[in-house]
């Protein structure tokens, strides 16, 4: 259960929960009600487009037609998919600075031109993403992490929420909604995603996952678009993998529908809301000189380092003193974040203190060296 490894090291660089969080009982019922419920379903090799009742469910909370849906194995692969279908080749793609390094590795492996906009404390700098499309940048999408980023921990407003949208039709390019943490927020008011801003109007092909929610082993997310593309998505699924895991599926269905998922989720939310408070308060006092905004939900907090410190060098010195810890640059394609990303969710609260003292250590024996 507990991150501290055998050589002693806390990680804060996993983007996944700790095992206390995750209701193990609770999968353990999902998964006998889903072989005596649905004894045929949950073992056969299914459809493509995923387990049918999972997928009645989630097009349900969308407001959206079943054929809207496709239920993937985990979100990853629902991104994957939709990047073969708009991420071509010498295709242009707007994506947010810093963002999800593997969402990076995975457009750049397909030869897109990326077009990194800064991410602001409320989201991607919509003035600039309007400048770039008016000089003439015309992006096939944007890639966009609404709630909670990964690695930045912000939420987007809701205002520029709207703004996107209507550069969306503007200027003609979809945004690809990527959600995995919108359960997560411990603090705050929802905001509506930017799918339902859009009423329907298929600008927004979205994302989300049960992996922050369930857990991620369970390896099931899906995607939300426009029917077509679906189907078309859900042809390439058949020959990609003929169905995704039908056993998971059902049993996150059945996780779904006898209430432990919004147990599982409040759980979930009280433990990170302890765990960020402890983090920030912890780096306020032990760090007076790095810079953060504190999430509102979700996994990550975005340490910004200040002159003087670079994050390479600081990652190598925290592993020395024992804590791991995320370069920035990873998540930035010019390498130059300035910053480290800090992971909440391993860590239990006393974990937490200790690995901000270490972290406290190395950053003093970076600056005496
Ligand atoms: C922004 C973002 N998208 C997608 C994923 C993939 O999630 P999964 O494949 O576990 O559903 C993650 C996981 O950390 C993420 O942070």
């Given at each position: 259960?507990?991150?501290?490894?055998?050589?002693?090291?806390?990680s804060l660089?996993r983007?996944?929960?700790?095992?206390?969080?995750?209701?193990?009982d609770?999968?353990?019922?999902?998964?006998?009600?889903?072989?005596e419920n649905?004894?045929?379903?949950?073992t056969?090799y299914?459809?493509?487009?995923?387990?049918?009742?999972l997928?009645?469910?989630?097009?349900?909370?969308?407001?959206?037609?079943?054929s809207?849906?496709?239920?993937?194995?985990?979100?990853?692969?629902?991104?994957?998919?939709?990047?073969d279908?708009?991420?071509?080749?010498?295709?242009?793609?707007?994506?947010?600075?810093?963002?999800?390094?593997?969402?990076i590795?995975?457009?750049?492996r397909?030869g897109?031109?990326l077009?990194?906009?800064?991410?602001?404390?409320?989201?991607?700098?919509?003035?600039?993403?309007?400048s770039?499309?008016?000089?003439?940048?015309?992006?096939?999408?944007?890639?966009?992490?609404?709630?909670?980023?990964?690695?930045?921990g912000?939420?987007l407003?809701?205002?520029?929420?709207?703004?996107?949208?209507?550069?969306?039709h503007r200027?003609d390019?979809?945004?690809?909604?990527?959600?995995?943490y919108i359960?997560?927020?411990?603090?705050?008011?929802?905001?509506?995603?930017?799918f339902?801003?859009?009423?329907?109007a298929?600008?927004?092909v979205y994302?989300?996952?049960?992996?922050?929610t369930?857990?991620?082993g369970?390896?099931?997310g899906?995607?939300?678009g426009p029917?077509?593309?679906?189907?078309?998505?859900?042809?390439?699924?058949?020959?990609?993998?003929?169905?995704?895991?039908?056993?998971?599926?059902?049993?996150t269905?059945?996780?779904?529908?006898?209430?432990?998922?919004?147990?599982?989720?409040a759980r979930?939310?009280?433990?990170?809301?302890?765990?960020c408070?402890r983090?920030?308060?912890?780096?306020?006092?032990?760090?007076p000189?790095?810079?953060?905004?504190?999430?509102?939900?979700g996994?990550?907090?975005w340490?910004?380092?200040?002159?003087?410190?670079d994050?390479?060098?600081?990652?190598a010195?925290?592993?020395?003193?024992?804590?791991?810890?995320?370069?920035?640059?990873?998540?930035?394609?010019?390498?130059?974040?300035?910053?480290?990303?800090?992971?909440?969710?391993p860590v239990?609260?006393?974990?937490?203190?200790?690995a901000?003292?270490?972290?406290?250590?190395?950053?003093?024996a970076?600056a005496?060296?």
């Amino acid at each position: 259960m507990s991150v501290v490894n055998a050589t002693g090291t806390i990680s804060l660089a996993r983007g996944a929960p700790s095992l206390d969080i995750i209701d193990v009982d609770g999968l353990r019922d999902a998964a006998a009600r889903a072989f005596e419920n649905d004894p045929g379903g949950a073992t056969a090799y299914g459809t493509s487009v995923g387990y049918l009742p999972l997928r009645r469910l989630i097009a349900d909370w969308h407001g959206v037609e079943e054929s809207q849906v496709l239920v993937t194995n985990g979100s990853m692969q629902a991104d994957a998919f939709l990047f073969d279908e708009l991420a071509l080749p010498g295709s242009h793609v707007v994506i947010e600075r810093p963002s999800y390094d593997r969402t990076i590795l995975a457009l750049r492996r397909r030869g897109a031109n990326l077009h990194a906009v800064a991410l602001e404390s409320d989201g991607i700098d919509v003035d600039a993403l309007e400048s770039r499309l008016a000089a003439g940048t015309r992006p096939a999408f944007a890639h966009i992490i609404p709630n909670f980023h990964n690695p930045a921990g912000y939420t987007l407003s809701l205002e520029k929420r709207r703004r996107l949208l209507e550069l969306a039709h503007r200027y003609d390019f979809t945004i690809f909604e990527d959600d995995p943490y919108i359960a997560l927020r411990f603090r705050g008011e929802a905001l509506p995603t930017i799918f339902s801003l859009d009423e329907g109007a298929g600008r927004v092909v979205y994302a989300s996952s049960f992996s922050k929610t369930v857990c991620p082993g369970i390896r099931v997310g899906y995607l939300v678009g426009p029917a077509e593309l679906i189907a078309t998505i859900a042809k390439r699924a058949t020959s990609t993998y003929i169905s995704p895991g039908m056993v998971s599926e059902a049993i996150t269905y059945e996780f779904c529908t006898s209430g432990a998922l919004e147990r599982s989720s409040a759980r979930v939310r009280d433990a990170l809301a302890e765990r960020c408070e402890r983090l920030a308060s912890g780096l306020s006092e032990a760090l007076p000189e790095t810079r953060f905004t504190a999430p509102d939900g979700g996994y990550f907090l975005w340490l910004e380092l200040g002159q003087g410190i670079d994050s390479t060098k600081l990652v190598a010195a925290a592993a020395a003193h024992g804590v791991a810890i995320v370069d920035g640059d990873d998540f930035v394609i010019d390498g130059s974040s300035g910053a480290v990303r800090l992971s909440f969710a391993p860590v239990t609260p006393a974990e937490i203190d200790a690995a901000v003292a270490r972290l406290a250590g190395a950053v003093a024996a970076l600056a005496a060296s």
